[in-house]
């Protein structure tokens, strides 16, 4: 499974973004997906996560309400539209796939079993 994640920038606080996660290789349909971020220092924590028919949805407490998760089974595409950013957004994004998981949508890293190379997220203040 390749993923490679792409969206990221520069904006100011306030501001929108949406990131992108091609992914290859394999039946994108029967993943779990979710998108993590890490900032410098900080451990890598979860974002967001949705299940391999987007019938469910999780959102860390710190974007729910501003962050919404997608994917397109069609395109092999997951996004992650980011509206009403701030400056503690700021992180290196990392789409990831849970092959294993079946129907549950976990939130730890180590449940994760392929990870795409990050994309930048810089908010201004």
């Known amino acids: 499974v390749q993923l490679q994640a792409s969206g990221g920038g520069l904006v100011q606080a306030g501001g929108s973004l949406r990131l992108s996660c091609a992914a290859s290789?394999?039946?994108?349909?029967?993943?779990?997906m979710g998108w993590f971020r890490q900032a410098p220092g900080k451990e890598r924590e979860f974002v967001a996560g949705?299940?391999?028919?987007?019938?469910?949805?999780y959102y860390a407490d710190s974007v729910k309400g501003r962050f919404t998760i997608s994917r397109d089974n069609d395109k092999n595409t997951l996004y992650l539209q980011m509206n009403s950013l701030k400056p503690e957004d700021t992180a290196v994004y990392f789409c990831?796939?849970?092959?294993?998981?079946?129907?549950?949508?976990?939130?730890?890293?180590?449940?994760?079993?392929?990870w795409g190379q990050g994309t930048q997220v810089t908010v201004s203040s």
């Open positions: 949705i299940s391999r028919t987007s019938s469910t949805k």
């Open positions: 290789g394999r039946t994108f349909s029967n993943y779990v």
């Open positions: 990831a796939a849970d092959i294993n998981s079946g129907l549950r949508v976990g939130r730890a890293p180590n449940e994760y079993d392929y």
